[in-house]
């Protein structure tokens, strides 16, 4: 078949290649309309330092995001998968997350009388949502009900770069785009409009660091959060990776060495006949 379509060509029938250049243009038109007629802008690669082999996430920017959910997303937002233990040497020491989860009471039990108690918050438990229910969070969000964040990055197309470009791109719509009451326009959401309002603020939060916090600073450091939160394992994975393709170059290099060695005598011997005296 590739034979005779490269035959056709060389010949240059005047029909055929018409009708290829036909089809090709077609192609391209379809594709272009297709392109031009989605409802969403993608968005922009970012070049985020975690993402490297040898590269681990900057504490700092992640102690910044932790705080930016804190006093900004939690209000709306959970992350059910996210234990206090977890963020112990990452954002916070030990003593300072304990602090932490023993200002919030949470409801255990049943006790030896078979009734639910609460307690100071421990190190064991999760980061507490800001409903106790997904009714409740209905309830209070007109209907829609707030997704948890926990794997947020993992659940979006181009992930880290979605949430980025989506925090930050709140603009008044543009002319013949119609937004309905109590919605916004964010060209990188689905279809334009969106229920949750813009959450970032120039100095919305004030960085313990000092840190200047502006939208585009608030909007890495808690997506920077976010993207750990998605996969903690993620600096340990590729801490033993590295050791182990360590351990396997250096197990080859001596399994060869060690071949060479037990198999130079084989090699390297000369073996000669003589022919038997004759009788």
Excluded at 58 to 80: E, N, W
Excluded at 98 to 110: F, I, N
Excluded at 137 to 156: E, Q
Excluded at 167 to 180: D, Q, V
């Amino acid at each position: 078949m590739a034979y005779r379509f490269r035959h056709l060509l060389q010949k240059g029938k005047p029909s055929f290649v018409a009708a290829v250049a036909a089809t090709g243009s077609a192609t391209a038109v379809a594709a272009s309309v297709t392109f031009l007629s989605d409802d969403v802008v993608h968005a922009t690669e970012h070049p985020w330092d975690h993402t490297g082999l040898l590269k681990s996430y900057d504490c700092a920017s992640l102690r910044r995001g932790f705080q930016v959910y804190r006093q900004v997303c939690a209000t709306c937002h959970s992350i059910k998968g996210i234990h206090y233990r977890q963020l112990a040497g990452v954002t916070h020491t030990a003593a300072d997350l304990l602090a932490m989860a023993e200002d919030v009471d949470v409801v255990d039990g049943p006790n030896d009388e078979g009734e639910m108690f609460e307690r100071p918050g421990k190190l064991s438990d999760p980061i507490p949502s800001p409903y106790a229910n997904d009714q409740q969070g209905r309830a209070a969000n007109n209907g829609a009900l707030p997704p948890d964040l926990t794997l947020m990055v993992k659940a979006r197309h181009s992930g880290a770069d979605y949430l980025f470009s989506l925090l930050t791109g709140y603009c008044e719509p543009p002319a013949g785009k119609s937004i309905m009451t109590g919605l916004y326009y964010n060209p990188y959401f689905p279809g334009g409009a969106i229920a949750m309002p813009p959450p970032l603020n120039d100095g919305g939060v004030e960085y313990e660091d000092g840190t200047p916090a502006t939208i585009s600073q608030q909007a890495k450091d808690v997506v920077q959060f976010l993207n750990w939160c998605s996969e903690p394992e993620a600096d340990e994975r590729k801490k033993l990776g590295f050791q182990y393709i360590v351990a396997v170059a250096f197990l080859a290099v001596m399994s060869g060495y060690y071949k060479r060695l037990r198999f130079s005598p084989l090699k390297t011997r000369q073996i000669t006949y003589l022919k038997p005296p004759s009788k």
